[in-house]
C-alpha cells in the first residue's frame, strides 16, 4: 500500500465549472476525512465518513460541495458552480476507528479558479 | 480567536541551532498532533500526545495538559528541516482534527 492518494494533484478551472477531486485512503482504514486549506493557513475540516457513511458535515460545506464514498472505499469531492473562493488545497485523510489513531494525509490536490 | 494558537509564525535558524515551537489551545482534547508540512502540500505525521514527552531522533514534542500547551523542539537543525510545522487538536470526543495556522521554519547552512 502507497499510502493516501489523491487525484489530480493540481486543477486549473474556469469559474462557474465544476471539478471533481478523488481520494483513495490506505486500504484497511474505515475513516476518510476531507480537509481545506488555504495560503498560510492550516487545514480546515470539511467531512468525514466512517466507512460508507458520511458522519459530519463542516458549516463551511455549502451547498456546492458534496462529498461520497460509495462501498466505503475511494471517496470523491465534487464543487459545484466554482468560485475564485474555492481556490485552495484540498486535503483528504485515512485513519483506523479509534478515539485516538494516526491520521495519514495524501498530498492533496490544489485547485486555482480564475 | 482560534482555538488552536501556534508561535512564532515564521523562524529562520542557522544549521545546528536548537529550535522550539509552541502551541497553546482553549479547548478540551483528547490528543494533540504535530504534523511536517513541505512544499508541494503533503503532510506527515510527527507526533501524537495526550501527556508527558515523546522523542523520535532529533526531534522531541511535550505537552502540558493543565497549562493547555505543547512545544516541538529540533536539536542540532538542519536545512533539510526546512517546512512547515503545524500543531492539531483532537477536542473530546470529535474525529476530526482542529489546525494551527502552522509555523514556517527555515534552516539556513
Known amino acids: 500500500d502507497t499510502g493516501v492518494s489523491q487525484d489530480p494533484r493540481h486543477k486549473i478551472t474556469k469559474r462557474g465549472q465544476n471539478v471533481t477531486f478523488r481520494c483513495d485512503p490506505i486500504s484497511e482504514h474505515n475513516r476518510l476525512y476531507w480537509y481545506r486549506q488555504t495560503l498560510g493557513q492550516g487545514p480546515e475540516f470539511l467531512t468525514y465518513f466512517q466507512n460508507e457513511a458520511q458522519l459530519e458535515k463542516s458549516r463551511l460545506l455549502s451547498d456546492r460541495f458534496s462529498a461520497e464514498r460509495p462501498k466505503g472505499s475511494f471517496s470523491t469531492l465534487e464543487i459545484q458552480r466554482t468560485e475564485q473562493g474555492d481556490s485552495a488545497m484540498y486535503l483528504c485523510a485515512s485513519s483506523f476507528e479509534g478515539l485516538n489513531t494516526e491520521a495519514f494525509f495524501g498530498q492533496g490536490t490544489r485547485l486555482t479558479v480564475v | 480567536k482560534n482555538e488552536v494558537e501556534q508561535s512564532p509564525q515564521n523562524l529562520t535558524a542557522q544549521e545546528g541551532e536548537f529550535i522550539t515551537i509552541n502551541c497553546s489551545y482553549s479547548v478540551g482534547i483528547s490528543a494533540l498532533h504535530w504534523l511536517q508540512q513541505h512544499p508541494g502540500g503533503g503532510i506527515v505525521s510527527l507526533f501524537m500526545?495526550?501527556?508527558g514527552k515523546k522523542k523520535h531522533g532529533r526531534l522531541i514534542a511535550t505537552i502540558n495538559i493543565q497549562e493547555k500547551h505543547s512545544s516541538l523542539h529540533i536539536t542540532a537543525s538542519h536545512p533539510r528541516d526546512s517546512a512547515v510545522y503545524i500543531c492539531a487538536v483532537r477536542r473530546g470526543s470529535a474525529r476530526q482534527l482542529t489546525f494551527g495556522s502552522g509555523t514556517q521554519l527555515t534552516v539556513l547552512p
Open positions: 500526545l495526550s501527556s
